[in-house]
């Protein structure tokens, strides 16, 4: 085995005199704690590694031991329901080997070698097999069941496939004779992290990622398969975002990487999600999720290193025929691990002491996004959606201005809004998706006629809104035609209306797609209605103290998904209310009548 | 136990460049190793670390001033371990410097033993979600922006507003409501603060009876500057055994941690690092991560670390790298504001920029009141509206305004007046619902949508009577 000795040594980054070969983005042990490490740079004579663990009391001297193998992922049944570090060690086992705390140098498998798994074959020996294929399925979880594939470059015949029983990882599954000789296949499999998992075709993403929050679905949908960011500054909501997304939305298998934030919000998820049921399945939501927390104390190799392994794992699921959503919180911390290594290395630094190649890796990275059709034919996809913390809440700075060239989807966050505790706080006017054409067709096969008219309606009235409220700004609201007073009013309240989402409102964090098409229609109602009345002569803003115009803004956390033959009963109130105005006999808008 | 003596006293020392140490024939020194500096023959040791190595020759950062140092005649003890702190029984209603010596005249501690001030993560598994709900007394705090045990909830201040009188406010009156709390403690670090600010500290707790559940621990503005690097987490450290051997619930207050950034910014730019935003250095964030993260609570064990530091904006910017990088660490934030403060509104709270993240986990049905989420949401989105408002009146005048709004504006003028504003007067949170109720029953049902038919019915209705007659139309 190859070995080198450590000569110098500034913090994570380590020099040493090497014998033997090593190649780059090997994986390498440092010292007699045998801490993990990779080679990022080679010389003559000389490696250099970063080391993912803290080298507090390291020595010169000490040596780094080569693996043969680049950085990589185990992959088989056992990692959904639980949460591991940035480079896949479970920190259950951690804490179970070294306590509360986690500590450098720490040996535990990344996956559970001794539990056995039921093991159900889908095909035939004799069967002529290729690349992807499915050989049989492990029940990884309720939720979701691993299948077990014929690996990438493996093809020929199936000699020998495991019968119904319960195997461990590492048992022999199925046994191929290929061209050149025979090929034993196990449970266990290892991947490269830093290398995409291959795929048969790509295909532009062709349906929305369903996620149960009305200004997303409606107004800036996320593709299945696509990739998307959401910068804000610090408590706009980004991580409360994700976090509901990764509850709500209609993927199969989620994988949430925690890329240098708080250690709470790990704790959160990992004692909130057992808990809740997945709306479609009935499932918990932790059976189909697994998390990987390289929290912002933790080193910063390894947190460089968590959106691979995180990626990794998600093709993994893709490749077995699931539509996988990745989410990374915040990719920015991602970056900043990357500058501070670019630093230690002494690299030319270009923007904001990034290094040259910040761009490149981040379109590596959400290039590893897709809707594809995998090795085996299934349709599958993985989507990347990923928060930017950009400093100062300004979005030209280049961690959130280089994701912008490659995501199609951007949910900006606003800090007025936030601090209005007006959530989600996405700005509808700086937030895009170029998912909408084809989510519109989507929509249109599923039951959501006007989806794309009601759509454009919503962004133009608030488009005018914006106009309108600058003129505000100059001459006051009373000052303006009631055709513009009513355009303010429609707006105000189809944002309290429809934009406005609670996250921690158990009746409104998940929104149906049947509920959101009635609320859609409620307040596209309430629109005509109120155009009729005020071009009758009724004062716009008299409108807003109609008590239904209250019940209007109230219809998400006072309406159940469950509920939605009340949306008749208000659309009958919405008229009624209309034809009373119209006929000039106002109810009292509320108990209290305004001082005159 | 390491015997330091044990160790050899090296010269070697080839350069000395502000807070830094060059030496050579440095074999078998580690990374972070501590090392005694030693000016000559007679001086009292100075605390460094080793920060790099390459070959033989290693860079030591000196925390404790590089004055009066030599290259022949200094020397330096190298101990292979990492910088420890001693802890035992005792230490509260001590006085310490900044780097955890004990300087009350009183006996040292008996060390129980000896841990690292850099800390380790909390292994995310191990974490217990912070949920108790702590009543400081503060109505800000308490209904607005809740803080519950084991939070990092920062001050963001700005230099000569009033942090200190409400750090001392929140020390003297935060409680559970449940229980009384015996086993509460507080650390306070001063890192480059004033004599002044440290001793007006001490002497209000003295007086309050409160000193013997205090540690404190000073780095004053006259302190060298680098050892600021170390006081907040030597701090943390004592916090540490407090929390977690001795099962206590320790608020750790560290005021300012704008100096600790300073420090951080000039121990970097020695190093010839490249900086990052204002000089900063590109690290800043994780390095704060490593202080900041160190609040929390764990499974199975029965003490809390509930961290409010204490920052002032430079020119109360709050972009500026220092509470922008805090913001994005901690759990929410309290700010001050000067206008406030010139109005004589104490505490001088700029309530839409404040948050706490964690409240949610710590508040409703069972904890505080079951409508307390939504008496939160409605009051802050009143009051955001009624703060655009002030700025449209001042471009358009009050009767450019419609008479819905003109309410707004005088519900936010009395929410500064008669909410946020309470002195030094501790509220119990009932006292603080009823203040917000009482002012939201001067808006018309359309404006609390945030509400709910019977929660208006319930707190909002009964109120209104007596309002309506301090309405000025
Ligand atoms: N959709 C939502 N519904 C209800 N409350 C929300 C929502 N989004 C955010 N919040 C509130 O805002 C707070 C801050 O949100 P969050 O922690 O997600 O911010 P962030 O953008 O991730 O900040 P940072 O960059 O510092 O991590 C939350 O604690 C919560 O109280
Ligand atoms: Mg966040």
Redesign the pocket.
Known sequence: MSRAEVFWINGPVLKAHSEGLFRMKEAVYVGRERLAAEVIRLDTGSITVQVFEDTTGLRPGAIIEGSGMAMAVELGPGMLGRMFDGLQRPLEAIAASQGDFVRAGVEVPNLDRDRRWRFTPLLKEGAAVVPGQVLGEVEETPAVKNRVLVPDGVSGELEWLAADEELRLEDPVARLRTSTGTHEISLLTRWPIRTPRRFAEQRVPNRPLLTGQRIIDTLFPIGKGGAGAMP?G????????QQ?LAKWCDADVIVYIGCG?RGNEMADIVSEFPRLEDPRTGRRLMERTMLIANTSNMPVAAREASIYTGITIGEYFRDQGYHVALFAD?ISRWAEALREISARLEELPAEEGYPAYLPSRLAEFYERAGNVVTLAGSEASLTAMV?V?PPGGDFSEPVTAHSRRYVKSFLA?DRER?QARF???IHPLLSYSEYVLDTARWWQDHGGVRWAQRRERILSILQEQAQLARMVKIVGRDALPASQRLVLVCAEVMVEALLR????SKVDRYCSPEKQSKMLELVDDFIRHAEQAVQQGVDPDLLLTLPVTRRLQRLGEDIANEELERFDELTHEVGHAFSSLAAGQTETPSQQVLPE | MMDPRQHILHRGLTSIRGPLIFMRNAEGVGLYDRVEVLPSEQDDPRLGRVVSISGTTAVIDVFQGTEGLSLTGSRLRLLPEPILLSVGPGMLGRVYNGVGEAIDGGPSIVAEQRMRIDGEAINPMRREVPSEFIETGISCIDAMNSLVRGQKLPIFSGSGLSHDRLAADLARFARLRASPDLKFAVVFAAIGVTFDTAERFRSEMDEHGAMERIALFLNLASDPSAERLLTPRVALTAAEYLAYHEGRHVLVILTDMTNYCEALREVSSSHGEVPSRKGYPGYMYSDLATIYERAGRIMGKPGSITQVPILSMPSDDITHPIPDLS??ITEGQIVLDRELERRSVFPPIKLLPC?S?L??QGIGKGMTHADHPAFAQQLYSSYALARQLRLLSSVVGEEGLSKADRRLLHFGNRMDREFIHQEDQRRSLEETFDIGWTLLAELPDESLIRLSDAQIAEHVTPRRDDTAVTLQD
């Open positions: 804000g610090f408590g706009t909501g980004k991580t409360v975002l509901t934030e915040s928060t913390s966050l936030a959530y989600p706080a989402q609670s996250a921690f | 913001g994005y948050l993240r409240m949610n």
